[in-house]
């Protein structure tokens, strides 16, 4: 069992003080930090891709899962960056997904694009596909979409 513990390592190899770190130290730490980033997700902890913070992922509001994991502080800094770069299809899906976590957890509501309603500077915002009409503008009738002034899009917006 000793060696084990030892890992294959004789204290010989030890690396000198003052000396850079080798290759080989640095692979291991990273695979050593990876290990520990696996282990604390069995217990329920997980880590912002962003700012790199570990929240409890017990509390779903804390971290937005689209593929990659962003906490709600990171929110509108990542969302801003990273929605340009996605094709439309995913962005859309996206977009939905994240308007609908942004209004469960984090009291964001719907505003129509448009409205005469005066947004606070500070407020996060995204526009999104109206979910009514999916985009069209129009309602099965043919009549122009309320929930979005007949734009196809609305405003989904989270208070600071
Ligand atoms: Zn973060
Ligand atoms: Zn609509």
Same mark, same amino acid.
């Given at each position: 069992m000793q060696a084990e513990f030892n890992n294959g390592h004789s204290p010989a190899e030890a690396h000198e003080p003052g000396e850079p770190p080798s290759f080989e130290t640095l692979a291991r730490l990273e695979r050593d930090v990876n290990d520990l980033i696996g282990a604390l997700a069995l217990l329920g902890v997980k880590r912002c891709g962003h700012c790199k913070q570990f929240f409890r992922s017990s509390d779903p509001g804390a971290l937005f899962d689209c593929g990659e994991l962003v906490c709600f502080g990171c929110i509108r800094e990542w969302w801003s960056s990273y929605s340009g770069k996605?094709?439309?299809t995913s962005r859309d899906e996206i977009e939905r997904k994240l308007s609908a976590w942004l209004r469960k957890y984090h009291q964001a509501e719907i505003v129509k694009e448009g409205s005469d309603k005066q947004l606070p500077p500070g407020d996060f915002q995204i526009v999104t596909? &109206?979910?009514e009409c999916r985009g069209s503008g129009k309602l099965l009738e043919g009549? !122009? &979409? !309320?929930? &979005?002034?007949?734009l196809g899009t609305v405003w989904i917006v989270v208070p600071s």
């Open positions: 996605l094709h439309v596909t &109206c979910s009549q !122009r &979409c !309320r929930f &979005c002034n007949g």
